[in-house]
């Protein structure tokens, strides 16, 4: 059972440039999450998606694009790199039911860095 | 929106003490409270989370307080060991569970030997 799972774990690009990250998750869990995490800024919700075909935004959306086409699967884009979007961006999923709000399982990570 | 203040940033206490890290937030919707434990260059990991109907929760070494009218909690770790060492993020979240975590800023917990 791999849980959250992040590719790519790093990359390097420059200014303009377009590239997506995936996550996938194999615990059927209905809602998932795009965080990113600066120095000294903790963790910021840029987009989250409650279940297949819907997507919401976060603290700091601007710039990233979000798609959730199918339930395990959160994909992040960015369209034209810009190095404020230097950062480690942190995927994760929670289950929706129960009687009420429930942990959220973080993946490894992506190591993005904008030149 | 949601606003989470975490006290404080960096705490070194000799192995064996207590720790105590704090956080206060804003909005009286949110109802509940996870810990996260971050090592350098991992992911966040759940330590222990309380819900707004709970005022202690305790699990082994780590317990977390929570006083809903004064909109804080608290962690707290006794007996520490040098693989306490991390980052610790509180982190608040609204009723209904579907809106992501506000974090707060973290706290860089040492442990001198």
């Known amino acids: 059972n791999a849980g959250v799972t992040q590719t790519p774990k790093f990359r390097v690009l420059k200014t303009g440039q377009s590239m997506t990250l995936l996550c996938a998750q194999d615990?059927?869990?209905?809602?998932m999450y795009w965080y990113r995490q600066d120095p000294g800024m903790g963790l910021r919700l840029i987009h989250y998606?409650?279940?297949?075909?819907?997507?919401a935004k976060g603290e700091v959306p601007d710039g990233y694009n979000v798609s959730r086409l199918k339930k395990q699967n959160f994909l992040l884009g960015l369209e034209s790199a810009a190095p404020s979007q230097t950062s480690v961006y942190f995927c994760?999923?929670?289950?929706?039911?129960?009687?009420?709000?429930?942990?959220?399982?973080f993946g490894d990570g992506t190591r993005l860095s904008i030149l | 929106g949601e606003n989470v203040e975490q006290h404080p940033s960096t705490l070194s206490v000799q192995e064996g003490d207590s720790a105590v890290i704090k956080c206060t937030y804003s909005d009286s919707a949110s109802n509940y409270f996870p810990w996260y434990k971050q090592e350098l260059g991992k992911r966040p990991q759940l330590i222990i989370d309380i819900r707004s109907n709970v005022g202690e929760k305790k699990d082994q070494r780590i317990a977390v307080t929570l006083n809903k009218t004064a909109k804080h909690f608290s962690l707290h770790i006794t007996e520490t060991q040098p693989e306490d060492s991390a980052v610790y993020f509180c982190?608040?979240?609204?009723?209904?569970?579907?809106?992501?975590?506000?974090f707060g800023k973290g706290t860089h917990l040492i442990i001198q030997p």
């Open positions: 994760a999923s929670s289950y929706s039911g129960g009687a009420g709000n429930q942990p959220q399982h």
């Open positions: 982190a608040a979240r609204r009723s209904g569970g579907a809106d992501g975590l506000t």
């Open positions: 615990m059927n869990h209905e809602y």
């Open positions: 998606s409650v279940g297949e075909g819907t997507t």
